[in-house]
């Protein structure tokens, strides 16, 4: 079984170290990115299996990222998860309309993390 690449995009930098353990802990390889346009970029050459991302950023937020992610054909299906501290009810509509798979919110318990991964990635 190949290793499962998942991409985490988030603008800061102990979250991206947070997640980077998290993740690798459970067996996935990390690639990171700190916005959505340094993720963009990363897309010309990596193919993660999955794509988590914060929505608050720079540059490029993560509705502007999932949106730019589902205009791209071989795109389409990678599952998106945001982690974010916004739990509002508007938001979550609006991300799961730009295409998101699902929704987490940060803090985020390893345990749940890892669930809703597995969750999206059958």
Known sequence: MT???????DDSPSMRMLLRAALSDLGYAVSEAEDGVAALEKFEHEAPDLLITDINMPRLDG????????D???LRCLPILVLTTEGSTE?????????????IVKPFHPEKLAVAIRRVLQ
Do not use: N
């Open 3 to 9: 290793t499962k690449t998942i991409m985490t995009v």
């Open 63 to 70: 509705f502007g990222l999932i949106e730019a992610v589902r």
């Open 72 to 74: 791209k054909p071989d």
């Open 91 to 103: 938001k979550r509509a609006r991300a799961r309309q730009a295409g998101a798979t699902g929704w």
